[in-house]
């Protein structure tokens, strides 16, 4: 089974910025694609951003131009930079890693973190 691990989240003022990190670990050969959702409170999950193994990235609307997503495939690790930060970005965000391909030809299709809150004041 693979494991991710997030980190970054806290407390911020609108128009600042923040970096999560979320590290995976476990019998990895590749991952295809690893993203950031989010989750605010009595509101359903969302996909804030994916990026595929070649890079092609994928954002929210509500998003865009204000965060960036990057991962390094050597490591297995997924980077989301957000800047301009609204209130409205509060939520906990989650790690995802989908289409996963594990050594010994073994096949995960979903990985999750265990959140980190994000919080940003007025």
């Known amino acids: 089974q693979v494991q991710l691990v997030e980190s970054g989240g806290g407390l911020v003022q609108a128009g600042g910025s923040l970096r999560l990190s979320c590290a995976a670990s476990g019998s990895i050969f590749s991952i295809n694609a690893m993203g950031w959702y989010r989750q605010a409170p009595k509101k359903q999950r969302e996909l804030v951003a994916q990026?595929?193994?070649?890079?092609?990235?994928n954002y929210a609307d509500s998003v865009k131009g204000r965060f960036t997503i990057s991962r390094d495939n050597a490591k297995n690790t997924v980077f989301l930079q957000m800047n301009s930060l609204k209130p409205e970005d509060t939520a906990v965000y989650y790690c995802?890693?989908?289409?996963?391909?594990?050594?010994?030809?073994?096949?995960?299709?979903?990985?999750w973190g265990q959140g980190t809150q994000v919080t940003v004041s007025s």
């Open positions: 995802n890693a989908h289409d996963i391909r594990l050594t010994g030809y073994r096949y995960q299709s979903d990985a």
């Open positions: 990026i595929s193994i070649g890079g092609s990235t």
